[in-house]
């Protein structure tokens, strides 16, 4: 019951940030930019509506055009999100690259591994930073190399057993660094430490 009633918060943090409008820069998958304000998209929206910062009409705008679209909140930080394919973790374990679905994610740490998490915890700084401290609940995080059909999901912190799930994922999406798999074995890095682990495999695959 506890745990129905966070993810309920956390879809009504959501909704709520989604009906407001933030300052955005977007940057289009054929090369353009542009500058003005978006409704703030639902995690799954196929279009994001877009008002131009000359004041022309507003228009919704593919999700799938945007390459890069870059919010500027109220505290004058910015985040950037991407419309990314998704794996889920059957198919992470697996191996099977098989994109269940299309959403968008905030960009947590970018390299020639990106790390990605879903909108609940932008959401929480967002609404804390007007003086709000609920917790809307939990964390998905994803994982994307060059040439990927999609962003694997390495860590839910939905379930109790939060570890236990990375490192069932983990040890297979990380296959191609023995280290890293000795590290995650031994319980030297948790899921607790997956920007550095992100970090550490950047820089001995990355160049």
Not at 10 to 19: D, G, M, P, V, Y
Not at 94 to 101: F, L, M, P, Q
Request: charged share 25%.
């Amino acid at each position: 019951m506890k745990k129905l009633l966070l993810l309920s918060l956390a879809l009504l943090f959501c909704a709520t940030l989604s009906a407001q409008k933030f300052p955005a820069t977007l940057k289009m998958t054929d090369g353009m930019q542009q500058k003005g304000e978006v409704d703030f998209p639902k995690i799954d929206d196929k279009e994001v509506k877009f008002y131009p910062a000359d004041g022309s009409k507003a228009a919704k705008l593919a999700s799938a055009d945007i390459a890069l679209m870059t919010i500027t909140f109220e505290s004058g930080t910015t985040e950037e999100y991407e419309f990314v394919p998704i794996i889920a973790p059957m198919a992470v374990y697996k191996k099977t690259g098989k994109v269940s679905a299309t959403i968008w994610l905030m960009v947590e740490l970018r390299g020639y591994m990106t790390l990605y998490h879903n909108r609940t915890e932008a959401t929480t700084r967002t609404i804390s930073s007007k003086g709000n401290t609920m917790n809307p609940g939990h964390t998905d995080k994803y994982c994307r190399r060059p040439g990927e059909p999609g962003a694997s999901m390495v860590l839910s912190t939905f379930s109790a057993g939060t570890n236990g799930f990375f490192k069932r994922l983990a040890l297979v999406y990380f296959d191609d660094d023995q280290q890293i798999i000795d590290k995650i074995k031994s319980g030297k890095y948790t899921y607790k430490d997956l920007v550095e682990i992100i970090q550490e495999y950047n820089s001995c695959h990355g160049n």
